[in-house]
């Protein structure tokens, strides 16, 4: 009962930012971020830390700024959400996104062989699927299910309705192995941590476990692997979508050719983003959590 009640909430509050006219979205946006940032101060101690751990000289003043740039591109891209289907269509699309590197991206989308589009938690992320969508090239989504089934079908909505498809966290392989041989788009927020046991490399200067399917998919699936970002541009609802790298398998040189040289490599792509537009990253997200288990004497001599 209470899920349901959390999601009532939910669709009111959507309700009322649809009827809300887009350029009032940043005010009310602006005004969570006092509420969450500086009267409930909101995670702020996970903040501090990752901003700290990425800019170990920064100042009291721009953890402050980048905390609340945070929270309102973070906030900002719920709005969006929520008026992106009334407002974005396949006549006006232009008026609201820009795609760089359109040639490049275009080239890879509608190979025929599948693609894994990497991206992370920065900007409008979800956006990027909609957009995909709605140009005709449907992608699916490894996401993991929210706590609350009635918010999870809810957002599911959204992103299906151009054609963006979840798969399922855990046991959805045999499914991405069907999108992959079909030559089907996968998209996947490789910031995930995944634990003691995953494949740890160097994002944004600090350890970081990642999972090594990603790399595993371009390296034995003859999937192209496109690092790619949706970020917040001039004003709410308008969108600059781009490319930081392409993986090929027939072109990748030998360096890239294990899974964590790959790994990496998409981490320093996605990275490059970060750092040009630090304020829309998630710094709220618990990227970086246990460190690598280091193996003692015993265990290697046992190995």
């Not at 899920?3 to 005010?27: H, K």
């Not at 751990?53 to 009291?60: C, F, Q």
């Not at 299906?160 to 392989?173: V, Y």
């Amino acid at each position: 009962m209470v899920r349901f009640f959390q999601y009532l909430l939910v669709q009111i509050v959507v309700s009322v930012i649809q009827v809300m006219p887009m350029s009032w979205c940043g005010s009310f946006c602006r005004g969570l971020v006092w509420l969450v940032c500086d009267r409930l101060k909101f995670r702020r101690k996970v903040i501090r830390e990752n901003i700290l751990g990425v800019y170990p000289d920064a100042s009291d003043e721009r953890i402050e700024y980048l905390s609340r740039q945070m929270w309102y591109h973070l906030f900002l891209m719920c709005c969006e959400i929520a008026q992106a289907p009334r407002k974005i269509h396949d006549t006006n699309w232009r008026k609201h996104v820009f795609i760089r590197d359109k040639v490049r991206m275009t080239s890879y989308l509608i190979d025929y062989r599948p693609l894994i589009a990497v991206s992370g938690h920065f900007g409008n992320f979800e956006m990027a699927g909609y957009v995909t969508g709605l140009l005709g090239m449907p992608s699916y989504t490894v996401a993991r299910k929210l706590d609350n089934d009635y918010l999870d079908r809810f957002l599911n909505a959204f992103r299906e309705r151009n054609g963006q498809f979840i798969l399922p966290k855990d046991g959805s392989a045999p499914m991405v192995q069907k999108v992959l041989q079909a030559g089907g788009i996968l998209t996947i927020l490789g910031d995930q941590h995944a634990g003691t046991k995953g494949c740890w490399i160097d994002f944004l200067g600090r350890p970081a476990a990642c999972h090594k399917a990603i790399a595993l998919f371009t390296l034995s699936g003859n999937a192209p692997m496109m690092v790619s970002y949706c970020k917040h541009t001039d004003k709410p609802l308008h969108f600059e979508i781009g490319c930081t790298g392409v993986a090929d398998p027939l072109e990748l040189p030998d360096e890239l050719r294990d899974t964590k040289s790959l790994t990496q490599w998409y981490n320093d792509r996605m990275g490059e983003a970060i750092y040009a537009d630090p304020d829309q990253f998630w710094w709220v997200h618990r990227r970086w959590k246990e460190k690598p288990v280091r193996k003692t004497k015993k265990r290697m001599q046992a190995a």
